[in-house]
């Protein structure tokens, strides 16, 4: 009998694999395409340890299983091997970074041969071969030419131990993403992509894809998209308008300041001679700092008054400007109307200020019982105001009024608003008059404000739609007049503050009486509800407002609905070495002029040293020879871009580059991406905006190109976890905890153990533990697979009455491996095949008699996706001479997974005492017979007569003593 020796057979097969390259896909196959790969490593010194070699078990088991269901399957690989870490060792050793790079790749692809991944190499790619960046550079041009590239003078951040210009995305709290610096800003001129040219067609597309929600829920915020409106506000005694972007142009009347970033290009100029000082300063250190400083949750806000006005649209209103960093320069107009009655930055701000707070937006209401509006009604829309009078010594009013002979109602003076142009004043003195016979007012103050709606019977039965607020009005006691007392309508109550709460019986009214105590004047924390303090829109709910303020306001010229997003161009020029170069050439007389097709690639010269000076510029721009050239439209003397592109540009594209890397005349066919396009399972563990937002928009712009045949580049998006070191920290080779894969393999548990026992780890999105002894337990489970195998022979071919239950079990296992997989859920699909295993040995040592050759088959079939080389030997020797890759994924019969046995739990008192196998037609009487006459059963009887036997069928006996 053979050992299982993986040493032996692994290399073997992956001998026979790569002779035949029998995992090359074929373009324009009938069968259907399958097109899976992860995200392509950066081949590093260090190689890959077994956490990157996870990405590498998922991908090929995907490949493997859709090969087996009969699909045309391209597994492709290659390199992204632009970038920093290759240039750095070239400063620190002078190695060409295209040397290193290239053992890096035969080291990796080393790697990847000796874990059995059944990729197709003819389509490798390497993104720093000219051959492949020449597209990349082809793509820029193209980019150029559709003005989605262009230069422009701009503050970058800048990493001043990289030496180089950083991505907003690469910045990370305010650090470098690759060595943790601080990170500074630095004015230079920059090469973008118009990526905001496609933010609403990016954005369009996500609800629809199949992707994790947290990687969709995160682009969208990162596209984040605002719908809102610019609003002009002219500034006293000067001729410019001062332009802010509001989300809630519906809030304008409570706009009591303006506030400009310190960056507004009119910041400085509108201090008064008397402020200039102060805000010179202040701008001055605030432009010093970083927008996550400025914008940090929690820390005081800072501003300096200008010393001018604007005047609000809307009502005429003159209200201050400030100069304030939390407003930032770059984003909307740089200016704010500040709402500090519904904005919170704002309200800290006026609050610390002491500026005026207006609520304009009141708490819709909606009242329930009795008074819920009914929808059979019409609604009465009014404004209203209530009084809380006082004698000014702690004494309330409150009126009285019978309802029925058993009840009163008890609440403040009020009522509505005359709507032909009563003030709020005037309402009140008139209803305070009319009520309770009060003609001198001392004071006026209000109290926060309300709204609802609510229906009332005895006014023609309709609904009211009210809103106002409550007032606290101070009279003198000692002058009253006749009013609706006299006449008997309503009663008063003069009572002390502290009984007013339980005498007043409207709900509503106790409200504003506990909003009054409690000295709340306005009410800061409410978002949506009727406009108050809003003149002719006062009662309108804030969704609609929103439209109507616009529509007065571009009537009136002064204002404009507008869609802004948070995502910024994509910055893509580098002053870095290891980069494709930049494909442009500078003429005085052209300007940029992109190099001709037929002149790409722009090579990357070599060059002596590699280090950055600090200066800002790529060391290519020492390369005299190579930057001085000619203008392609005019053949006078110009220079070289010596800008080189960011790796994600070269990234951008790959995945099409694979339907067609060999080709030297296009970028790609694009029937062949017609054919293969799009990816049906994109596989990573890592970016969630950066990389996979590119990919998308280069991705749509190709699609507008016509050289796709869908917007989308990715189907399906895969999020893996990590494998960590086996004490839960991440591996990484400073911390010398990783575990490297070829020792793994060499210490004999080859590549089949290490692959199937990453699949066990857990679900795959989860984070999981290396385990030494987790892989010596997969080993075993291997091992008793082969076992099982080797001790199959003439006398197991013979068959018996038995094949029944054996069915069963091949059949049920079959259908809880298909759907595992294909949910990705490789840990209980390889613990099915483990039960499976065990199953199969126990009918073994019970002297079962069948066919087993189906069975073993099936066995080994369902087991290759994960040990792929164990499985192929296993096949051999089952007497198949088929390649197994291809043969069929094994099907199940649902009818013959339904058992005729039945597992019948026994209790005695609600303890598990005895497991029975009945046939399934047992019927109930000797179900129970059989379960009282168990010997264990028995045991826990003893000589009584049990109670109770209660049977739920096809499940337990329940015996009660
Ligand atoms: C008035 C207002 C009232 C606002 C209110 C909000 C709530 P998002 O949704 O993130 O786009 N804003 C505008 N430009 C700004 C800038 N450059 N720096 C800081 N804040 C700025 O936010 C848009 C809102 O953020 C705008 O709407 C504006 O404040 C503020 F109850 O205007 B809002």
Not at 198 to 212: G, R, V
Not at 673 to 697: E, K, Q, T
Not at 816 to 824: E, F, H, N, S
């Amino acid at each position: 009998m053979r050992r299982y020796n993986p040493t032996e057979t692994e290399p073997k097969w992956q001998q026979i694999w790569a002779d035949d390259a029998r995992y090359r896909a074929k373009d324009f196959d009938d069968k259907p395409k399958y097109y899976v790969t992860g995200m392509f490593p950066y081949p590093s010194g260090a190689g890959m340890h077994t956490g990157h070699f996870f990405e590498h078990s998922i991908v090929d088991a995907v490949a493997r299983f859709r090969r087996a269901l009969g699909h045309n399957v391209v597994y492709p690989m290659g390199w992204d091997s632009f970038g920093l870490p290759a240039e750095n060792y070239a400063i620190k050793t002078g190695t060409a970074p295209a040397v290193v790079t290239k053992q890096n790749i035969a080291n990796f692809k080393n790697q990847l041969t000796r874990v059995g991944a059944s990729i197709d190499w003819s389509r490798e790619i390497n993104t720093t071969d000219p051959e492949y960046y020449k597209w990349t550079q082809w793509v820029f041009t193209q980019m150029f030419e559709r003005d989605l590239a262009y230069q422009k003078e701009s503050l970058q951040w800048w990493c001043p131990v990289d030496k180089t210009v950083l991505a907003n995305e690469q910045v990370e709290g305010g650090k470098c993403w690759r060595c943790g610096s601080e990170v500074e800003k630095k004015s230079m001129k920059q090469w973008f992509f118009k990526i905001t040219d496609y933010a609403d067609e990016l954005l369009e597309e996500i609800p629809d894809l199949n992707w994790p929600e947290k990687i969709k829920t995160a682009q969208t915020n990162w596209i984040g998209r605002s719908q809102g409106a610019e609003i002009d506000f002219a500034v006293e005694g000067r001729d410019e308008l001062i332009t802010v972007f509001s989300t809630r142009p519906d809030t304008l009347f409570g706009a009591t300041f303006l506030v400009l970033a310190p960056e507004h290009p009119l910041a400085r100029s509108l201090a008064t001679d008397e402020m200039r000082e102060n805000v010179e300063k202040y701008i001055d250190d605030a432009v010093k700092k970083s927008e996550i400083e400025r914008q940090s949750e929690g820390k005081e806000k800072t501003g300096v008054w200008t010393g001018s006005y604007a005047v609000n649209p809307v009502n005429g209103e003159k209200i201050p400007i400030w100069v304030a960093d939390y407003v930032l320069g770059g984003y909307g107009t740089g200016a704010v109307m500040a709402v500090p009655a519904h904005d919170e930055r704002d309200f800290a701000f006026a609050t610390k200020y002491e500026l005026p707070i207006v609520q304009v937006v009141a708490e819709y209401e909606v009242l329930s019982g009795k008074l819920a509006p009914r929808e059979d009604w019409p609604t009465r829309k009014k404004q209203v105001v209530d009084a809380i009078i006082t004698d000014g010594e702690g004494n309330y009013l409150l009126q009285v009024e019978k309802v029925s002979d058993t009840q009163e109602d008890v609440h403040f003076v009020g009522g509505g608003v005359d709507e032909e142009d009563e003030s709020i004043e005037m309402a009140l003195r008139r209803e305070i008059l009319e009520e309770v016979g009060y003609p001198n007012i001392i004071s006026i103050r209000q109290v926060a404000p309300f709204s609802g709606v609510h229906a009332q019977r005895t006014i023609k039965n309709r609904n009211h739609q009210t809103w106002g607020a409550y007032y606290e009005v101070v009279i003198d006691k000692t002058v009253q007049v006749d009013s609706e007392i006299e006449q008997g309508l309503h009663g008063v109550i003069w009572a002390p503050k502290s009984e007013v709460v339980d005498m007043i019986n409207w709900s509503t009214h106790a409200k504003g009486w506990r909003d009054y105590l409690a000295g709340k004047l306005i009410d800061t924390d409410v978002r949506e509800g009727l406009l108050v303090n809003s003149g002719a829109f006062d009662g309108t709910h804030t969704s609609e407002a929103r439209e109507e303020i616009v529509a007065w306001l571009e009537q009136q010229g002064v204002g404009r609905s507008k869609v802004i997003y948070k995502m910024r161009d994509w910055l893509i020029s580098r002053q870095r070495y290891w980069g494709a170069p930049i494909p442009i050439i500078h003429c005085d007389e052209h300007g940029a002029v992109p190099v001709p097709a037929d002149q790409l690639p722009v090579v990357l010269p070599e060059v002596a040293d590699y280090a950055p000076k600090g200066d800002g510029k790529s060391v290519l721009a020492r390369e005299t020879d190579w930057v001085n050239t000619t203008c392609p439209t005019c053949g006078k003397p110009a220079k070289r871009e010596t800008d080189t592109m960011d790796g994600y540009a070269c990234s951008s594209w790959y995945l099409l580059r694979y339907t067609d890397s060999q080709n030297a005349k296009q970028a790609w066919d694009p029937a062949k991406a017609d054919y293969w396009s799009p990816v049906d399972m994109y596989i990573g563990g890592d970016h969630a905006v950066a990389h996979l937002l590119y990919v998308r928009f280069w991705n749509h712009v190709f699609y507008d190109m016509g050289l796709v045949p869908e917007k989308e580049p990715v189907k399906q998006l895969v999020y893996h976890g990590l494998i960590q070191a086996e004490d839960g920290t991440k591996m990484s080779k400073s911390k010398g905890n990783v575990v490297d894969p070829l020792e793994v393999i060499d210490a004999g548990y080859g590549a089949d153990a290490l692959r199937t026992f990453e699949l066990f780890l857990g679900p795959i999105n989860e984070n999981s533990n290396w385990s030494s002894k987790g892989i010596a337990g997969v080993y075993r489970f291997l091992n008793r697979v082969w076992t099982l195998v080797q001790e199959y022979d003439e006398s197991d071919k013979a068959g018996g009455a038995d094949s029944k239950k054996l069915d069963t079990l091949t059949h049920a296992t079959t259908k809880k491996v298909t759907d595992d997989i294909r949910r990705l859920s490789f840990n209980t699909a390889i613990a099915a095949l483990m039960e499976y295993v065990n199953d199969l040995y126990k009918l073994k040592t019970e002297g079962f008699t069948a066919d087993w050759q189906q069975p073993l088959e099936t066995l080994v079939t369902l087991l290759q996706p994960f040990a792929p080389h164990m499985t192929a030997e296993l096949w051999e020797q089952l007497g198949r001479d088929t390649q197994l890759d291809f043969e069929q994924w094994p099907s199940w019969d649902e009818s013959k997974i339904i058992s005729d046995t039945m597992m019948i739990i026994v209790q005695v008192n609600g303890k598990l005492r005895a497991k029975l196998e009945l046939a399934v037609d047992t019927p109930e009487e000797d179900v129970k017979s059989a379960a009282l006459a168990d010997e264990h059963v028995q045991q826990f009887l003893g000589d009584k007569k049990p109670t109770k036997v209660i049977y739920v069928p096809g499940r337990l006996v329940s015996i009660v003593k």
